[in-house]
């Protein structure tokens, strides 16, 4: 006999990017953090290209590296195949007054992560996405020397987007970090489904 209530354990693991086949990319859903090491935009495009890549997808990137004139521009040689992209440009939004578009809202940049999970759930309900890329969790954490608080945090965040911006079993985010600020010596676990390492 099968009990009543049947509790959910997270699952995290961590994976090697960069022989990755186009079948487990396609399949990634939930949270995952993405950690790279200075890549290029093209590759975030090519990476994102290969998920759920025979679905017409809307794709919520929140900028913090790359402003939406960079994006655009680099789009136009490697688009999006499949995919409608809406951009939060917390770039070009830091330092001038920008009118938003269709594709694009300017912000200026959380500074914090609480800040962070009220803008991505702002943009969450105005554009109701499949997957949302958040570029670069490095604003507001280092992996490398995190203090205690740091980390409670960060697992706050995790575990409050998880319960408030909507149901994960189909939709994604990712969450991209730049380890070049050192080493990661904290590899965060919990609340996270998967864990990836595109070097």
């Known amino acids: 006999m ?21 079948e487990v990319i ?4 939930g949270i995952v953090l993405l950690i790279h090491n200075s890549v290029e935009f093209t590759d975030i495009v090519n990476f994102l290209n290969k998920i759920k890549e025979d679905q017409q997808l809307l794709l919520l990137y929140i900028s913090f590296v790359n402003s939406h004139a960079n ?3 680099i789009l136009e040689k490697h688009p999006l195949v499949s995919k409608k992209l809406f951009v939060v440009d917390c770039v070009s939004g830091f330092v001038l007054e920008l009118q938003d578009t269709p594709e694009c ?13 009220e ?11 499949n997957i949302v890329v ?3 969790l490095s604003q507001f954490i280092n992996f490398s020397t ?19 911006v909507w149901g994960l079993k189909d939709d994604l985010i990712i969450l991209l970090y730049d380890d070049r600020i050192g080493q990661l010596q904290h590899l965060p676990t919990i609340s996270i489904d998967t864990i990836e390492d595109f070097d």
């Open 2 to 22: 099968l009990p009543k209530e049947q509790k959910v354990v997270q699952v995290n693991y961590w994976k090697k990017m960069l022989k990755e086949t186009k």
């Open 26 to 29: 396609g399949k990634l859903h």
């Open 71 to 73: 994006i655009k521009r």
């Open 105 to 117: 809202a300017y912000r200026k940049p959380p500074s914090n992560l609480q800040q962070l999970k």
């Open 134 to 136: 958040v570029d670069s």
């Open 119 to 129: 803008l991505l759930m702002e943009y969450v309900g105005k554009t109701n996405p």
């Open 146 to 164: 995190p203090t205690e608080e740091e980390l409670n945090d960060f697992y706050r965040f995790l575990q409050s987007i998880k319960e408030s």
